[in-house]
């Protein structure tokens, strides 16, 4: 599929209602408790066929659109954390490393706390291993100030890579 329809379909998905938020629970084995979640996205067409991610993430990544995504997920997760009011949980989105170089990204993600009139501490950002190892200097400097600005940051995947325990210390995350 060309790059441009791919985008062209992403953003009809989007006005369609195709693309969808999808809650993974992350359990706190240690208060016995579900903790928090990940915002995942999927793709489900009016036939009711699931496009996966690796289908289309990949190609919008390579071509730096993948932000469209992105932001839109994390929209769905403030919606839903405003939904949930005093049951809600920390909802973590995953962002990647081309927002790293979005010198917005802060006043963005501010933004969509405010208009949904939701804690900040409960839109957490993700960052998967490959971006860190990937541009690791950019990634913890941008890490450093989503970390200033009352985000948390975690690492998705992590182990999934070649990355080691050692430059977790470089990462507030």
């Given at each position: 599929m060309d790059n441009q329809i791919l985008l062209e379909n992403i953003i009809a998905a989007i006005e369609n209602g195709e693309l969808q938020a999808y809650y993974?629970?992350?359990y706190n084995a240690k208060k016995g408790v579900v903790g928090g979640a990940e915002a995942l996205v999927r793709w489900v067409?009016?036939?009711g066929t699931i496009v996966l991610p690796q289908d289309f993430i990949?190609?919008?990544e390579e071509n730096g659109q993948l932000s469209v995504v992105d932001w839109f997920i994390a929209e769905e997760a403030c919606?839903?954390?405003?939904?949930l009011k005093s049951r809600a949980v920390r909802i973590s989105v995953n962002f990647g490393r081309e927002h790293a170089h979005d010198s917005q990204f802060i006043e963005k993600l501010d933004k969509l706390v405010e208009t949904y009139?939701?804690?900040k501490s409960l839109l957490g950002v993700e960052i998967t291993e490959s971006d860190v190892a990937t541009d690791k200097q950019d990634v913890?400097?941008?890490v450093n100030k989503i970390v200033a600005a009352g985000?948390?940051?975690s690492i998705d995947d992590f182990g999934s890579?070649?990355?080691s325990l050692s430059f977790v210390k470089d990462v507030p995350a």
């Open positions: 993974q629970r992350q067409k009016p036939d990949p190609i919008l919606k839903t954390i405003k939904l009139d939701i804690d913890i400097e941008w985000y948390a940051v890579g070649m990355s």
